[in-house]
Every structure is written in structure tokens, then in C-alpha cells.
């Protein structure tokens, strides 16, 4: 499992978990034990889809903190 030091995180847990055809790529922040996961393609390579996961794990700390709006659908009330 491979641990990796981000501009935000200072260490990110990752796993490789083959799905038939695809990929599921996990990053955990161990700190506030966020998880988030992707599913890629196995050609794009690890490297890229290990950034993609990140910065999955990225995105959702930052709203979780508050400190991001785009990404998804607005509610408003």
C-alpha cells in the first residue's frame, strides 16, 4: 500500500483493487479516516489514476471543510 505526501495531506493510504476490465483505486486520509474511490482504466497507469484519486480525497475534505463549492449540483433553500 503505498503512501504518498500531497500538497494538503501529509500522507494518503492507497489501494489497487482489480474489478474485472477496470481498476477501483481507494485513497484514505488516515488522519480524519476520509475515503473516497475511483474505478479507471488499468492503461491510464497507476500514477494517474493515484492523482486522480487524490485529488478526489482532496476535493472532498475541502467541502467537508467548507472550502469548496463547484463539483456538483446546488441546493438551494
Known amino acids: 500500500m503505498p503512501r504518498l505526501p500531497t500538497s494538503q495531506l501529509q500522507e ?6 482489480p474489478v474485472g476490465a477496470y481498476v477501483k483505486v481507494s485513497a484514505v486520509d488516515p488522519v480524519s479516516l476520509t475515503e473516497v474511490s475511483i474505478v479507471g ?3 491510464a497507469g497507476e500514477e494517474a489514476l493515484q492523482r486522480q484519486a487524490i485529488r478526489k480525497l482532496e476535493f472532498v ?3 467537508k471543510a467548507g472550502q469548496t463549492n463547484g463539483g456538483g449540483p446546488r441546493r438551494y433553500r
Open 61 to 63: 475534505l475541502g467541502r
Open 12 to 17: 494518503v493510504l492507497i489501494e489497487f483493487h
Open 41 to 43: 482504466d488499468p492503461a
